[in-house]
C-alpha cells in the first residue's frame, strides 16, 4: 500500500524560507512522477511543482518559479519542496502527490496517490 507522509509545514512570516519533505513507501517509484500541490481554504488543489522520479526532470508552476524548487532523494524515497521569499498567498495545505506515470502533470485529478497534506500559513 503506498503511503505518503508529508512534514515541516508550519507557521511563518513573509520573506521566511521553509523545506517541505514527503516519505514515500510502499513501492517501487522507478518510472512514476510526484508533485507538491496546495489547496487554500475553500478551493481547489492547484499545481505547485512535479518532477520525474527517475529522470529528476522538475516543473514549476508559474506563480514559484525561481523561489520554490522541488528535488528528491531517490535512495530515501523522499521528496522536497524549498520554498524561499514566502508570501501570505502560499498559504494552504501543502499535499505530496504521486502517479503512475513518469509524465509530469499539473492536474491533480491525474494522480493516483495523496498524502493528507500539512499546512503552512505566512503571516505577512
Known amino acids: 500500500q503506498v503511503q505518503l507522509v508529508e512534514s515541516g509545514g508550519k507557521l511563518v512570516q513573509a520573506g521566511d524560507s521553509l523545506r517541505l519533505s514527503c516519505i514515500a513507501s510502499?513501492?517501487?517509484?522507478?518510472?512514476?512522477?510526484m508533485g507538491w500541490f496546495r489547496q487554500a481554504s475553500g478551493n481547489q488543489r492547484t499545481f505547485v511543482a512535479a518532477?520525474?522520479?527517475?529522470?529528476?526532470?522538475?516543473f514549476d508552476a508559474d506563480s514559484v518559479t525561481g523561489r520554490f524548487t522541488i528535488s528528491s532523494d531517490n535512495a530515501g524515497n523522499t521528496l522536497y519542496l524549498q520554498m524561499n521569499s514566502l508570501e501570505p498567498k502560499n498559504t494552504g495545505e501543502y499535499y505530496c502527490?504521486?502517479?503512475?506515470?513518469?509524465?509530469?502533470?499539473?492536474?491533480?485529478?491525474?494522480?493516483?496517490?495523496w498524502g493528507k497534506g500539512i499546512q503552512v500559513t505566512v503571516s505577512s
Open positions: 502527490a504521486a502517479r503512475e506515470n513518469t509524465n509530469i502533470n499539473i492536474t491533480a485529478r491525474d494522480y493516483e496517490y
Open positions: 510502499g513501492r517501487n517509484f522507478s518510472r512514476a512522477a
Open positions: 518532477t520525474d522520479w527517475d529522470s529528476g526532470l522538475t
